[in-house]
């Protein structure tokens, strides 16, 4: 799920049945990535950059390829590099970078490699990485603000939507019965990233027979494992905390 926020920041500038499969793509692209699906990764980041091709075209005030026929994606950098009124990021950098997303889907077998090493893995962190930033890049054109806002806004809103946790409205719910205090609280953290949440807030995620000896819970995760620090009244997982959630595959609905 995306937040609302990004799709009413797209809505204006962009045809709606572009902004929905631009976003559809990235959801789903996302969902493969953190569940290991890394082929399945790759061509839904194929789909959002046919999606984001046409969005360009459209910025560009150029006609736009109807979905469903093929797209010349290499007609079309040349044509928005040559358009001068345009920004850099449209006519050059968005571009460039889809053409590689969209190269990877094409032309990279990850199954017939000669070297014999499967990149899957890297590919799939790139593609997602990348999609983050494309995204971020139409955020900041339609609305105006900084890149860093841009990111920060895609980011906040969707990095770590992960399957063993299901949100309502401001509650979490981790899918996962079997995990003690102290992984769930990682899990949510977690799936909670730059935002991080208050002591309050997961004492009513956790199951009621988990809250008595919270802050002993917490305490542990901060001072003794180095998982979890407290800034600002949240607390936040550290680079420590997330390698423990993502080498232990704690983000996997049992």
Same mark, same amino acid.
Request: hydrophobic share 40%; glycine share 6%.
């Given at each position: 799920?995306?937040d609302?926020?990004?799709?009413?920041?797209?809505a204006?500038?962009?045809?709606q049945n572009?902004?929905?499969?631009?976003?559809?793509?990235?959801?789903?692209?996302?969902?493969?990535?953190?569940?290991g699906?890394?082929?399945?990764?790759e061509?839904?980041?194929?789909?959002?950059?046919?999606a984001?091709?046409?969005?360009?075209q459209?910025?560009?005030?150029?006609?736009?390829?109807?979905?469903?026929?093929q797209?010349?994606?290499?007609a079309?950098t040349r044509?928005?590099e040559?358009?001068?009124?345009a920004?850099?990021?449209i006519?050059?950098?968005?571009?460039?970078?889809?053409?590689v997303?969209y190269?990877?889907?094409?032309k990279?077998?990850?199954?017939?490699?000669a070297d014999?090493?499967?990149?899957?893995?890297?590919?799939s962190?790139?593609?997602?990485a990348?999609?983050?930033w494309?995204?971020?890049?139409?955020?900041?054109?339609?609305?105006?603000?900084?890149?860093?806002?841009?990111?920060?806004l895609?980011?906040?809103?969707t990095?770590?939507?992960?399957? /063993? #946790?299901e949100?309502f409205g401001d509650? +979490?719910? !981790?899918?996962?019965p079997?995990?003690?205090?102290?992984? %769930?609280? &990682?899990l949510?953290l977690?799936?909670?990233?730059?935002?991080?949440a208050?002591?309050?807030e997961?004492?009513?995620?956790l199951k009621?027979t988990?809250?008595?000896n919270?802050n002993?819970?917490?305490?542990q995760?901060?001072?003794?494992?180095?998982y /979890? #620090?407290?800034?600002?009244?949240?607390? +936040?997982? !550290?680079?420590r905390g997330i390698?423990a959630?993502?080498? %232990?595959? &704690?983000?996997?609905?049992?």
């Open positions: 799920m995306i609302p926020s990004i799709r009413n920041s797209l204006p500038r962009f045809p572009l902004v929905g499969e631009l976003l559809g793509c990235y959801v789903e692209q996302k969902k493969n990535f953190y569940l699906r890394m082929r399945p990764n061509v839904e980041g194929g789909r959002f950059a046919e984001a091709f046409r969005m360009l459209h910025a560009a005030s150029l006609p736009v390829t109807p979905l469903g026929a797209l010349n994606t290499l079309i044509t928005l040559n358009l001068t009124s920004p850099d990021s006519r050059f950098h968005i571009p460039r970078t889809l053409r997303i190269d990877i889907r094409n990279r077998d990850a199954a017939h490699l014999g090493i499967d990149p899957n893995l890297q590919d962190s790139f593609v997602s990348a999609l983050d494309v995204l971020a890049e139409f955020v900041r054109f339609s609305r105006g603000v900084s890149p860093d806002k841009a990111f920060a895609v980011k906040a809103i990095v770590r939507r992960i399957p /063993a #946790v949100q509650f +979490l719910k !981790t899918l996962r079997s995990l003690g205090p102290g992984d %769930r609280i &990682l949510l977690y799936h909670c990233a730059d935002q991080g208050t002591a309050a997961l004492s009513t995620w009621p988990q809250r008595r919270l002993r819970t917490l305490a995760l901060e001072y003794e494992k180095d /979890a #620090v407290l800034n600002g009244g949240k607390y +936040l997982l !550290t680079r390698a959630v993502e080498s %232990r595959k &704690l983000i996997e609905i049992e």
